[in-house]
């Protein structure tokens, strides 16, 4: 069926799509356009506003308590503020600098001899010894705890006594057990011999050698 016109070639509802109060023109008005740009912006308007509030109330809250399950805790040192770092000695907890009473020596050699490699332990720590042997009755007779380990190099000593595999050693007053090693000759009184070997302790609180070779001097 054709379409109706009028006499000017105009559909017969043409003036219906023209009047204000219908579309398209009802929404190309003003307050339709303005309400369709408010549509949009708003939610991203109000969205950084809550980000904005939530930011400042990040910034301003006070602190929460603090639960014991979940504070960190941090190690407070034990040794007291150092001088040289601004702090008065025992101002800090754990009392004052422990080097403001032994103070550290500037050179190697000088902590080598503070440690005891010179025969002197004068620290805490086990001395330090050189590579050197002991060679005589009265360094092996110390402590055996300064001196066990220790290699033992004794040269023209008389024996004393044996029994066994061991056998004591005179050295004028001194006399020191001397375990053999497996093989050694039979030893009688009076001999004289050459010993090396390590110290240890005897298991009494003396220090004896464990010889790695015995020598009988001809």
């Known amino acids: 069926m054709a379409e109706q016109r009028d006499d000017f070639g105009r559909p017969a509802h043409y003036d219906d799509t023209q009047h204000p109060d219908n579309p398209p023109n009802s929404l190309l008005t003003r307050p339709a356009r303005r309400a369709a740009v408010w549509s949009y912006l708003g939610p991203i308007i109000v969205l950084f506003v809550v980000i904005a509030i939530g930011l400042i109330y990040w910034q301003r809250r006070e602190a929460s308590p603090r639960s014991p399950a979940t504070e960190q805790t941090y190690a407070v040192g034990t040794t007291g503020g150092a001088a040289e770092n601004g702090y008065k000695p025992g101002s800090t907890p754990g009392g004052s600098d422990p080097q403001d009473i032994v103070r550290r020596p500037g050179t190697t ?4 001899q503070r440690r005891g490699v010179d025969g002197r332990s004068e620290g805490p720590n086990a001395a330090l010894y050189g590579n050197a042997p002991l060679t005589g009755l009265d360094a092996v007779l110390q402590k055996p705890k300064d001196v ?3 290699a033992v190099d ?3 000593v008389t024996v004393d006594s044996a ?3 061991s056998f004591w050693v005179r ?4 006399k020191v057990e001397v375990i053999a090693p497996a093989g050694t000759a039979t030893l009688k009184q009076g001999m004289r ?3 090396v070997g390590t110290v240890e302790d005897d298991g009494t609180g003396r220090s004896r050698i464990r010889a790695s070779r015995v020598d009988v001097n001809r």
């Open 171 to 174: 050295d004028g007053e001194m």
């Open 148 to 150: 066990s380990g220790r």
């Open 163 to 165: 029994r066994g595999n």
């Open 109 to 112: 050699s000088a902590e080598l």
């Open 154 to 156: 004794v040269r023209n």
């Open 193 to 195: 011999v050459h010993v």
